[in-house]
Antibody, heavy 117, light 113 residues
C-alpha cells in the first residue's frame, strides 16, 4: 500500500546535527513532491520544507532556513532532512508527507527529534 | 506569508449534533487561473499523524465519510461535521497551499459534550 516511513530521530545536544530519512513505497516516488512537517510536543503543525519531484526546487520555513537541508534520492525512494545547528525549539515530531495535486495526502507516523543538553 | 486563523480553539458537541469549524486566511486562496481554492482540512487523532479530509476547500478525500463537508471561497472557509460520531473526536487543522510557506491554522479540538 501507499506509505511513507520516517526514521533517524533521536536525542541530540544543541548545536549538533541529525539526518532524518523517509522511505516511500507503493507509489512512484520520483513523480511526487515531498514535504517535511513538524509538531512540537502539545502544539500544532508547522511546515518545515518541501522539494519538487526532481529536486530542482527546494523551499524552507524561515525558522529553519540556512540550518536544514531537504534532499531526495529517487533511486532509493528516499527523502532526507539534514538538521544542522539544532536548537531546543527544533524539538518535535517530524513528519514526511507526499504532495499530490498540491496537497499533502499521505503522511508517515513521524520520527521524534529531541534537542537537549 | 499567508496567515490562517481558525476558530474556535475548541468545541464540545453532543453526539449526532453538528460541529462547525471556521478558517479565515489573510489573503484570498482562490487562484483565478483554475478557479480553485487552495485550502485543505486535516484531522488528527491522538497519537496519529494528520489525515487529509478535504482539499480544494470542498472536495472530500477518498474514504472520508460524507458527514464531513467543506465550504467557502476566497478568505473564509468552513468545515462541517453534520452528525458528530464518537470517532470524530480529534483536532482539526486547516491549511493553505496557495503559496509557500504552507501555513496551518492553530487547530480546533472537537470533543463530545
Amino acid at each position: 500500500q501507499v506509505q511513507v516511513v520516517e526514521s533517524g530521530g533521536g536525542v541530540v545536544q544543541p548545536g549538533r546535527s541529525l539526518r532524518l530519512s523517509c522511505v516511500a513505497s507503493g507509489f512512484t516516488f520520483s513523480s511526487y513532491g515531498m514535504h517535511w512537517v513538524r509538531q512540537a510536543p502539545g502544539k500544532g503543525l508547522e511546515w518545515v520544507a518541501a522539494i519538487w519531484h526532481d529536486a530542482t526546487n527546494k523551499y524552507y520555513a524561515d525558522s529553519v532556513k540556512g540550518r536544514f537541508i531537504i534532499s531526495r534520492d529517487n533511486s532509493k525512494n528516499t527523502l532526507y532532512l539534514q538538521l544542522n545547528s539544532l536548537r531546543a525549539e527544533d524539538t518535535a515530531l517530524y513528519y514526511c508527507a507526499r504532495e499530490d495535486e498540491s496537497v499533502m495526502d499521505v503522511w508517515g507516523r513521524g520520527t521524534t527529534v529531541t534537542v537537549s543538553s | 506569508d499567508i496567515v490562517v486563523t481558525q476558530s474556535p480553539d475548541s468545541l464540545a458537541v453532543s453526539l449526532g449534533e453538528r460541529a462547525t469549524i471556521n478558517c479565515k486566511s489573510s489573503q484570498s486562496l482562490l487562484y483565478s487561473s483554475d478557479n480553485k481554492n487552495y485550502l485543505a482540512w486535516y484531522q488528527q487523532k491522538p497519537g496519529q499523524p494528520p489525515k487529509l479530509l478535504i482539499y480544494w476547500a470542498s472536495a472530500r478525500q477518498t474514504g472520508v465519510p460524507d458527514r464531513f463537508s467543506g465550504s467557502g471561497s476566497g478568505t473564509d472557509f468552513t468545515l462541517t461535521i453534520s452528525s458528530l460520531q464518537a470517532e470524530d473526536v480529534a483536532v482539526y487543522y486547516c491549511q493553505q497551499y496557495y503559496s509557500t510557506p504552507r501555513t496551518f491554522g492553530r487547530g480546533t479540538r472537537v470533543e463530545v459534550k
